[in-house]
């Protein structure tokens, strides 16, 4: 055993000899490594990830389930400033199906529990009441947070008294919602309509009219009911709906495009609209001549006469007013004579354009456009830290959309003075924003094995470089230790001088008992024998 290990010995020292020193530092690089990997693969096998067991909670709730953890001994911590509870991966799972066997979390809501409980036989009339409206309460606050974009919801219902007199009129119920909507969520008619029939049949006697909604930035909500336009109040609603239509499309590209400009927290903008809602027939029945620089019309008909008389003129005599039938003082026809006459009449009958026009003018045409920007400055504190250029270049921006959003009919009679009263930017602070919290992802990524695999990549990458270059330097070193061996016993050294024979046979006796022990003990045995 030992010499085997002497032979390992042996190898390594001449195998780590015979390296260079570049594949020295390979070697040794490579080594140091694999255990630098290792020991990261057992800290992070080793580590704990904790997942989110529960979100949004209350004081309350996290301060239950907080409680519950550490009574069964499960290490826990708090995020999210109390609202968010997490655990390690591995339980997560399980926790979720025991809690909700232990009825946790409880929110302070009354569900159906509450009646297994507080149900007696000294229950009384109010206290059944309260139950009840309590659990209408929880199961519709338990229904709109199921709505996509809702985070959480307020819900408070009152129900009508029952009369202890007889009455035909029934009471009405009325309910009020507040929503916790999620950060970049938003609430259109698609969804806030369905909300309000939701509620309005969750609840006995509650008509449309008497329901309030609204999210947690306090903006209300209103049910639009586009199936009747035959009131007034409807034709104001809609008109009322458009016009927010067209200010909000508005206000949403100034916000994008000016958000890209200074940040999309750093502008607020506000526009405001006049519409016109006049929806005008009109027909027009126009006469205009065909050339209009001469006034003429198109000669649809000529005529044209000519008369021509050759004669005798008759010579003035006779006495003046004898006659009966005579004029005095008119001269009277004595006789014959020559005389002529010649008549011209030309007659042109013109036609003119005659133009019939049926113009229906659309609605809807913004008469007036006012919009107002207010950009926070880089630097709150100081307003300067906003250059002059930039303002300048948001109010040549807003004077474009002024430009293509108004009425031709009327931008035709305005000068750029009066587009430039329109609009308004200034450079103040923002006081009171509401800062857009991200959400925690749920799963981790796990750094380590990424680490660990790109680690052991980079080894094996070593470690074949290494084989590759240290291949042929091992075949040749070890031709040149069988040439050495050979020569060795073959060859005498140029350098010694010849030994004697006596000192030949010792040498090979020393091999021999080194190399080939039982030879040499079964030579003695037969060196003694013959002695």
Do not use: C
Not at 102 to 108: A, D, I, Q, V, W
Not at 239 to 265: A, F, N, W
Not at 351 to 371: A, C, F, T
């Amino acid at each position: 055993m030992n010499e085997t290990l002497t032979t390992y010995k042996r190898k390594t020292i001449e195998f780590w000899q015979s390296r260079t020193s570049k594949q020295k530092g390979l070697l040794v690089g490579s080594v140091i490594l694999v255990l630098f990997i290792i020991v990261l693969l057992s800290w992070f096998g080793s580590r704990t990830y904790y997942v989110p067991l529960y979100t949004n909670l209350t004081a309350q709730e996290t301060g239950e389930i907080k409680a519950t953890l550490d009574a069964r001994g499960i290490v826990s911590e708090v995020a999210e400033n109390g609202t968010q509870i997490r655990v390690p991966e591995s339980v997560v799972d399980n926790l979720k199906v025991e809690l909700a066997a232990e009825g946790l979390p409880r929110s302070g809501s009354i569900d159906y529990s509450s009646f297994q409980e507080n149900m007696g036989f000294g229950t009384t009339d109010k206290e059944f009441n309260v139950l009840e409206r309590g659990l209408i309460q929880t199961e519709l606050e338990k229904l709109i947070r199921s709505v996509d974009g809702v985070q959480g919801a307020q819900v408070m219902v009152t129900l009508p008294e029952d009369s202890i007199w007889l009455s035909d009129e029934q009471g009405t119920a009325s309910a009020s919602i507040v929503l916790s909507l999620s950060p970049g969520a938003s609430m259109d008619q698609s969804k806030v309509k369905p909300l309000f029939h939701l509620v309005s049949k969750s609840i006995p006697n509650l008509p449309v009219e008497n329901i309030v909604i609204m999210d947690q930035m306090f903006n209300h909500f209103e049910y639009a009911d586009h199936s009747v336009t035959d009131s007034t109040l409807s034709v104001y609603e809609q008109h009322r709906s458009i016009q927010k239509d067209i200010e909000r499309d508005i206000q949403r590209q100034l916000q994008q495009m000016l958000g890209t400009m200074v940040g999309p927290d750093k502008v607020l903008v506000t526009v405001s609209t006049d519409i016109d809602f006049t929806k005008e027939n009109r027909e027009e029945q126009l006469v205009t001549p065909v050339d209009e620089e001469n006034m003429e019309g198109i000669a649809v008909s000529v005529e044209r006469i000519t008369e021509t008389y050759s004669g005798e003129e008759l010579p003035d005599g006779g006495i003046p007013g004898t006659g009966e039938d005579d004029i005095p003082g008119f001269p009277a026809v004595t006789g014959s004579g020559n005389g002529d006459y010649e008549l011209i009449e030309e007659r042109i009958n013109n036609d003119v354009n005659r133009i019939k026009r049926e113009i229906v003018e659309s609605p809807y045409q913004v008469m007036d456009l006012g919009i107002q920007v207010m950009v926070e400055p880089p630097d709150p504190e100081d307003l300067t830290s906003l250059p002059q250029e930039r303002l300048e270049d948001i109010e040549e921006v807003l004077m474009r959309v002024v430009r293509t959003s108004i009425s031709n009919d009327v931008l035709a009679s305005w000068e750029d003075t009066d587009i430039r009263d329109r609009i308004f930017v200034t450079a103040q602070p923002f006081i009171g924003k509401q800062a857009v919290s991200q959400q925690p992802e749920n799963t981790p990524f796990n750094w380590g094995y990424a680490i660990a695999g790109a680690l052991g990549l980079a080894v094996l990458l070593l470690l074949f470089l290494l084989l590759r270059k240290s291949k042929p330097q091992d075949v040749s070193n070890e031709t040149r230790e069988e040439q050495q061996e050979s020569v060795r016993y073959d060859i005498p050294d140029v350098n010694q001088e010849r030994d004697s024979e006596e000192k030949a046979r010792r040498r090979q006796l020393e091999k021999m008992a080194k190399e080939k022990p039982e030879e040499f003990s079964k030579l003695v045995r037969t060196w003694l024998s013959e002695d």
